[in-house]
């Protein structure tokens, strides 16, 4: 484990302990809502926040992956000019993206369902956040291609912490007797506002400069390999957000908000994956712009043994003390006792197969993980409209559980065919007639240039 967490124990550490602190925040904001106001309005905060999220990763553009693949591969060639021209490409895309989305989320909430009428100031306020939320997110890819991990981490993991401390805090001080949604859209807008200023303020402090051939920049390159990527991550984000909004609307709030605490308490079994996908991905850019196709394989399976490895003794403990905290929160819960236990099968297959989709954004062949994620997203809508309206909650996990180990595996095999790197924690071998094949895998830099202004991702 030395090699893949070359930056040390206690940055990894660090790295992994921030991981957790963000789902386990949305957990426990979840949580807060449905204990103190029931879970019809913990049902209509999921509706509002899962539904800014879709719209915010449609706004990202696809620059939240891309931000990482092409800063860190200009940074490992010594391109800074290259890597700059980039980032303000992104952060102009995005903008406009940002705005765009808003406008479409408003006319969406308008016409899916009733709550846009009910709350239109939470209507308002969650439009307003996806500009500001999709901004940062690219700010903090941006930080993490130019070799930053904690940072990046700790903004986005404090969005929810913080915005669950400060809606503790106000409520103790008797200024807000019951977390509303509205209250809960505010306060994470501020914390948004205030995360957004210190990535900013970071960046600027690398100072890349902009004096270059802009003939060497590819601007139509970028937007395209971006909108590759958006199909990835926005397939990815709506699979995991879109039941909630569907149950929401096709059955009730009260069963969103049981599908969001079980499905997310599951997630907490990849945590290890997203911690580990979070500090390879750079390096998996570098490795790839250097043609060290052997250094990756090793990189990647190490990854994977450890996210299994760590995997299951969470999936061990949530089996025993899960299902009896979930209990805690009323009836609603107490009720489906094995609810858990099946929504936990995707997340422990997703642990064992490994870094698929950041192999395949780092090494150009994105286009695999999005046809399959699109085909599995599209099925899933497809089978959850029959499911969820005659089985509701229980419909929406297996459904969902079901597609995404099929999506898993096949993305897999698509990868390995493709860029001849396995996934998988045992190292069964590779496709060897794909892996010298530059068509395969995308650009390769023909040396790598040391830097010395620029700290890399392994510092």
Not at 5 to 21: D, E
Not at 67 to 94: E, I, K, W
Not at 262 to 267: A, E, F, I, N, Q
Not at 376 to 387: D, H, K, R
């Amino acid at each position: 484990m030395q090699n893949l967490f070359a930056g040390g124990l206690a940055r990894s550490i660090s790295l992994a302990v921030l991981q957790g602190l963000e789902p386990l925040a949305y957990l426990g904001l979840l949580a807060m809502v449905s204990f103190w106001s029931g879970p019809s309005e913990a049902g209509l905060y999921v509706y509002f926040i899962d539904s800014v999220a879709i719209f915010t990763i449609l706004a990202v553009f696809g620059f939240d992956v891309s931000g990482v693949r092409f800063l860190a591969a200009a940074v490992a060639t010594g391109d800074l000019p290259r890597a700059h021209a980039f980032a303000r490409f992104a952060q102009r895309v995005v903008v406009a993206a940002g705005f765009a989305s808003a406008l479409a989320a408003l006319v969406v909430w308008q016409l899916i369902g009733d709550q846009a009428t009910r709350l239109p100031a939470a209507t308002l306020l969650g439009a307003a956040t996806i500009p500001l939320h999709a901004v940062t997110l690219t700010q903090l890819a941006l930080l993490r291609g130019m070799g930053e991990c904690l940072i990046p981490r700790l903004l986005k993991a404090g969005i929810p912490a913080a915005t669950l401390l400060i809606c503790g805090v106000v409520r103790q001080l008797g200024l807000l007797t019951e977390p509303s949604v509205v209250a809960l859209l505010a306060i994470q807008a501020i914390v948004l506002g205030i995360a957004l200023t210190v990535a900013i303020y970071r960046l600027s402090q690398f100072r890349l400069s902009s004096c270059a051939d802009r003939s060497s920049f590819a601007p139509y390159t970028w937007l395209g390999t971006s909108a590759t990527l958006l199909l990835v991550s926005a397939v990815m984000v709506i699979q995991s957000r879109l039941d909630t909004v569907m149950l929401a609307t096709l059955r009730s709030e009260t069963e969103a908000a049981v599908y969001a605490l079980v499905s997310k308490c599951s997630l907490l079994l990849i945590l290890p994956l997203t911690t580990v996908n979070y500090v390879i991905a750079p390096r998996c850019a570098s490795l790839h712009a250097a043609g060290d196709q052997e250094g990756m394989r090793r990189l990647v399976l190490r990854a994977a043994q450890l996210s299994l490895g760590l995997a299951l003794p969470i999936g061990a403990i949530l089996s025993l003390v899960g299902q009896p905290m979930l209990n805690l929160l009323g009836e609603e819960f107490a009720s489906r006792p094995s609810l858990l236990l099946l929504a936990m099968t995707a997340p422990l297959v997703q642990a064992a197969t490994g870094s698929v989709a950041v192999v395949a954004s780092m090494t150009g062949n994105q286009v695999v993980v999005g046809v399959v994620q699109t085909t599995a997203v599209l099925t899933n809508i497809a089978l959850n409209a029959v499911a969820i309206p005659v089985f509701g909650v229980w419909g929406a996990v297996a459904t969902t559980a079901t597609i995404t180990i099929a999506a898993r595996l096949a993305m897999v095999y698509g990868v390995w065919l493709r860029a001849g790197i396995l996934t998988l924690p045992i190292p069964l071998g590779h496709a060897a007639s794909r892996e010298t094949d530059p068509r395969a895998t995308g650009y390769r830099a023909p040396s790598v240039k040391p830097l010395c202004a620029v700290p890399s991702s392994d510092q």
